[in-house]
């Protein structure tokens, strides 16, 4: 019996060379799989990178705020009355104790207009503004009753009004009118400095300004005007702290946030800026119409105010970092299309060049993220995917010496980048179109490699050397 009785129906071409198995589609496709995951490592890197740059912009625009303004909210104006109250000791014994009755206005009518611009410090743009805003109402008569039975005395002429601001240095003027009457503005929202809480502590009162109103009785009521030039950064919020509130918001911004507050009940914008208008019932305010200072504080609106937010269109760092969010299945896609075409050719890609492929694919997002930051962040994603797509495709035309594959290949990463950039558009899709996108791929992988003999076995070896003649 000869040895190729033994062999069986087994072709004489086939080898069993040691290492046959590592070189198998098989081992190739793990290996692939793992190289994938250990890119997580500079895909991590490149997102530390991002959030240092992101940080790097907000000290920016810190710093700007610094000398412009910061973000400003407008809490008032508010009517705050000293009286003195009896206050128990303990069980059997009560002290005088100074108190202040806070009073809310019966109406507010606001009308705002910010011009905005943007300021440049080296490669940020941070946008900046200058308000005016024009506040009118009435306060009504205040009633004794609110007081309480514990009070003594009424210090009417003691009695002033309050308006908070977040940062004065962005003051440019204020003037506040009493009844025709224009008063004199005082810097600190606060008159008497400091208000200890019954509870314990001290009251929290913020930076703005007030303004003595120099009663000597019983107040009837009085109609107010406030005007503010107010410059700021970021946003402009207001307290809606009349009875009936109305605010009227116009800017050149075409951009605004409408969800730091508040929503409008009209707004209209248009490529030249926007104009806004809130009205707040009484029952649709946080605050009560009046309250006592030492016990339930100063701020009583919390997040309950209206404005706008000046932010910036595209928020190209929160889109690099949401890309990069996808940055294992981008990778994966494209790993998974170079093994396809490696497996259905002649010819070999070795499995440090796959290596290689992932480092230019991490480069991507370097290149994102560098180019944002200088034109934008559409322009800089049509760049870098465009070079990536040449660079790897004509990798891969040169190692597998076919022109075809190389147009496949391009094909390819100029779908699964113009994928990317959709899900990165589609926020509130982008779970379900991630999933789809990748179920279809591993769907068309499962069927191109049906064929594939991934044990490598079924390759035939190395041709045997010719024979020695005599």
Not at 153 to 174: K, N, Q, R
Request: hydrophobic share 50%; net charge negative; with cysteine.
């Amino acid at each position: 019996m000869t040895d190729s009785d033994i062999a069986g129906d087994r072709p004489a071409s086939i080898s069993h060379a040691p290492g046959s198995v590592l070189r198998s589609p098989a081992a190739k496709f793990f290996l692939t799989g793992a190289i994938t995951v250990l890119l997580m490592i500079p895909l991590w890197m490149v997102f530390a990178l991002t959030s240092e740059r992101e940080s790097r912009r907000d000290e920016v625009a810190w710093a700007i705020g610094q000398e412009w303004g910061q973000p400003q909210s407008v809490y008032g104006p508010l009517l705050v009355i000293p009286y003195l109250a009896r206050v128990p000791v303990d069980a059997s014994e009560t002290t005088i104790a100074r108190r202040h009755l806070v009073v809310l206005p019966e109406t507010m009518t606001a009308s705002v207009t910010a011009e905005t611009e943007e300021r440049n410090v080296s490669i940020y743009q941070v946008p900046v503004y200058a308000s005016q805003i024009a506040v009118n109402g009435r306060f009504g008569a205040v009633d004794p009753g609110l007081f309480g039975s514990d009070m003594t005395t009424v210090l009417w002429d003691e009695a002033f009004v309050s308006v908070s601001v977040d940062d004065l240095t962005g003051i440019e003027g204020a003037t506040l009118a009493i009844a025709s009457r224009d008063l004199t503005l005082e810097p600190g929202a606060a008159r008497d400095g400091s208000y200890p809480m019954a509870t314990g502590g001290s009251v929290a009162v913020g930076a703005g300004v007030h303004a003595p109103l120099g009663f000597t009785g019983p107040i009837a009521g009085f109609d107010y005007a406030l005007d503010l030039r107010l410059r700021g950064t970021d946003s402009l919020r207001l307290a809606p702290v009349g009875r009936q509130s109305e605010v009227t918001m116009a800017s050149n911004w075409p951009h605004p946030n409408f969800a730091i507050g508040m929503l409008p009940s009209e707004r209209s914008i248009t490529a030249d800026g926007f104009e806004a208008t809130w009205r707040v019932p009484y029952l649709a305010r946080p605050a009560p119409q009046s309250w006592t200072l030492e016990r339930d504080g100063y701020y009583r609106f919390g997040g309950e105010m209206l404005g706008v937010g000046f932010v910036e269109p595209v928020d190209f760092y929160a889109l690099v970092e949401r890309s990069l969010k996808y940055g294992l299945m981008f990778i994966g896609v494209t790993f998974l299309t170079v093994f396809v075409l490696e497996t259905l050719s002649p010819h070999r890609i070795h499995i440090v060049q796959y290596c290689l492929v992932g480092l230019v694919l991490v480069m991507f997002f370097v290149l994102l993220l560098a180019l944002s930051e200088r034109i934008g962040f559409e322009a800089a994603y049509v760049i870098a995917a465009a070079a990536t797509t040449v660079v790897v495709s004509a990798f891969i035309g040169l190692a597998l010496r076919s022109r075809t594959r190389a147009a496949i290949a391009a094909a390819s990463f100029a779908g699964t980048f113009a994928l990317l950039y959709a899900i990165l558009r589609l926020e509130d899709l982008a779970l379900l179109a991630g999933s789809i996108i990748g179920f279809a791929v591993l769907s068309g992988l499962l069927f191109a490699t049906r064929q594939v003999d991934w044990s490598g076995l079924g390759r035939p070896g190395p041709e045997p050397a010719p024979a020695a003649t005599a």
